[in-house]
């Protein structure tokens, strides 16, 4: 990622920003790293580094003398530290004038995904004089959208994990067809290979679960623990995963079947109500965009919760409706959730995301 620091500045003077300061130590802060394009590895990282962006004027660079070219293919002016004093002084002097400065902070630690900013630094921060906002917006902004070529692997990711679904529950209805024993670790192992063969990259294998097990969101099979997969049961299938290429973004789909006819009223009922919670949800954020209508990644969480609850099973919908997707699974813009945390972030054109509520 390249980043673009006359787009950022237009943004910060949009929201009322004096500045977007990035800091990271030792990788603790990859949203910041990922800003500053530093993800792709190279030189050493192993001391603080802080990189502010102003709503006008220069960049400043703050960092260390072991590692005083870290920052050199990005803009700006630089100042190098070594002792602390050092250090002190040259944040309080990046700091001085900027009276509300943006970083990867969420008040109360509401949204892990932006909070990665240190409690102390956010204090160093605050006791110059600046005020610490969350830059939520910022990052789904400026790391979160995807450009062309990341829709056109996202695109192509999700070709292929419907074929290795396909696959898989092809599978399951020759075995239960012939009759022949078969297992979840056996589905899911198979379904690792066709990932092989798709030239798809992941950071789990999928999810394998039937009967009881499909009830747990992130259960994973393995050859000491896995179920046979047996007749008239249902099969849960959760798999994600992304092209092997730089720049690529993940697809992640969940499907449900059934290895009996027909299917029994109190799956087919069950089944019925995520379905309808989905399209709720689904139906919230196309008519949103249709209208030009800002939307909250809560609003489209309770879109769908609604929909459960009305139904009685709102004690059994123990996780968010959806997350963001990006070059992790779990990526850094909006989730869909009022329930986890209240993700009061903008649903903005050009993010991903997933619907699966269940």
């Excluded at 802060?29 to 530093?38: D, F, H, S």
């Excluded at 809560?298 to 709102?314: K, L, P, Q, Y």
Aim: hydrophobic share 40%.
């Amino acid at each position: 990622m390249v980043i673009d620091v006359g787009a950022v500045q237009e943004a910060l003077r949009e929201e009322g920003l004096d500045g977007w300061l990035l800091y990271d130590f030792h990788g603790s802060n990859p949203i910041a790293r990922t800003v500053a394009g530093l993800d792709g590895g190279g030189g050493l990282t192993t001391r603080r580094w802080y990189y502010l962006i102003p709503a006008a004027g220069a960049p400043q660079a703050l960092v260390h003398r072991i590692e005083p070219n870290v920052l050199d293919h990005l803009p700006g002016d630089r100042r190098a530290y070594a002792g602390r004093e050092q250090l002190e002084a040259g944040l309080a002097a990046m700091v001085h004038g900027h009276a509300r400065l943006a970083m990867e902070y969420s008040p109360g630690g509401a949204i892990p995904y932006v909070s990665r900013v240190d409690a102390g630094t956010v204090d160093a921060v605050r006791r110059l004089g600046a005020a610490v906002v969350s830059s939520g917006d910022l990052v789904q902004r400026f790391e979160a959208v995807w450009d062309e070529p990341a829709t056109a692997t996202h695109r192509a990711a999700s070709a292929a994990l419907y074929r290795i679904k396909d696959r898989a529950f092809a599978l399951i209805a020759e075995r239960m067809e012939t009759r022949s024993p078969v297992s979840e670790f056996e589905v899911q192992q198979a379904m690792c290979a066709w990932f092989d063969e798709e030239g798809l990259i992941s950071d789990s294998p999928p999810v394998v679960a039937s009967q009881e097990n499909s009830g747990n969101p992130h259960y994973l099979p393995s050859a000491g623990d896995s179920r046979a997969i047996s007749r008239d049961e249902v099969v849960l299938l959760d798999l994600w995963g992304k092209q092997d290429a730089a720049g690529a973004v993940f697809a992640d789909i969940t499907w449900v079947g059934y290895t009996g006819s027909p299917v029994p009223e109190r799956y087919a009922s069950v089944f019925g109500v995520a379905r309808d919670a989905r399209d709720a949800a689904v139906a919230l954020v196309s008519d949103a965009a249709a209208d030009g209508r800002e939307l909250r990644g809560w609003e489209v969480d309770r879109a769908a919760r609604s929909v459960i609850e009305g139904a009685g099973f709102g004690d059994q919908f123990v996780h968010r409706t959806g997350h963001s997707l990006g070059e992790a699974v779990h990526g850094n813009g909006v989730h869909m959730d009022d329930y986890e945390t209240h993700d009061d972030r903008r649903l903005l054109p050009g993010t991903g995301f997933t619907i699966e509520p269940g």
